[in-house]
């Protein structure tokens, strides 16, 4: 028996691509219920008055697993609100 709740089952979910998925066993599903997040990288630098840090702003798709249970779920109503 299927959780209806689960991520695999929402129409916000995707599969994604084998190169994300890393070779995982279970799929990992890409959740576009939201806006993707946005994370911050720090890098090394070089710049004129030496070595410093520098942060580039990278934005991305929040990765889930198949049976994970989105918080959006209206269980009176079975759907995703």
Known sequence: MTDARACRNCRH???ASAAVNGGAKAPLFICRRFPPQPSA???PV???QGQGL???VVTGWPQ???D????EFD???KLIR
């Open 13 to 15: 979910a995707r599969e």
């Open 41 to 43: 990288v720090v890098l």
């Open 46 to 48: 070089q710049t004129l």
């Open 54 to 56: 520098g942060v580039q």
């Open 64 to 66: 889930v697993a198949g």
């Open 68 to 71: 994970d249970v989105c918080g």
């Open 75 to 77: 269980e009176a109503n």
